[in-house]
């Protein structure tokens, strides 16, 4: 009997000491946005430097960036060519105008983001061709994202454009 009682507790020990030891899994740190450019323009809307990829439609966003809207629709539909967005001016002070040709029963949804991809404002129902947006009541002086997209019945078209804020 004490033999089996010596032989368990062996064998706990045994046990206990060959645990497998499981590899760390990283803790996946949060994507943060690295800008590398903006489209310049002047408060007439006169661009006067270019970056390719903003401020049109060929973004293919991932997770995070399509969690900022929630759902979405149809992205494989053909874009019409009349459909365009530009914002200016840019870099600005306080002010920015989201100028946009698209025809008028189609909806503009717009979240502004920090580098860290921290909402600082959403507008889901905008149909107005010149939207002014007040970016002195966001609080940042920095580089901000305006993601967008243009919903059509059932299809959506989407994109991004960088704005510096200054002062």
């Excluded at 009682?5 to 064998?11: D, G, K, M, N, R």
């Excluded at 030891?21 to 006169?46: L, M, Q, S, W």
């Excluded at 060519?81 to 040709?101: L, M, R, T, W």
């Excluded at 905008?126 to 919903?151: E, H, P, S």
Aim: net charge positive; hydrophobic share 40%.
């Amino acid at each position: 009997m004490k033999i089996v009682l010596v032989l368990s507790v062996i064998v706990s020990f045994v046990l206990i000491g060959c645990k497998k030891n499981e590899p760390e899994i990283p803790v996946k740190e949060p994507e943060k946005i690295t800008f590398k450019g903006i489209v310049k323009r002047d408060a007439k809307g006169i661009p006067y430097s270019e970056d390719a990829d903003d401020w049109n439609f060929k973004d293919k966003w991932v997770e995070q960036e399509l969690s900022l809207f929630g759902k979405s629709l149809n992205t494989s539909c053909q874009l019409p060519e009349s459909y365009g967005i530009i914002a200016y001016p840019n870099p600005s002070i306080d002010k920015i105008a989201i100028h946009v040709n698209k025809p008028d029963t189609v909806r503009l949804a717009v979240r502004i983001v920090d580098k860290n991809f921290k909402t600082l404002l959403s507008s889901d129902s905008l149909y107005a061709k010149i939207n002014v947006i007040d970016l002195a009541n966001l609080g940042i002086k920095d580089t901000v994202r305006v993601y967008y997209k243009f919903m059509d019945k059932s299809c959506e078209f989407r994109g991004h454009g960088d704005v510096v804020i200054t002062k």
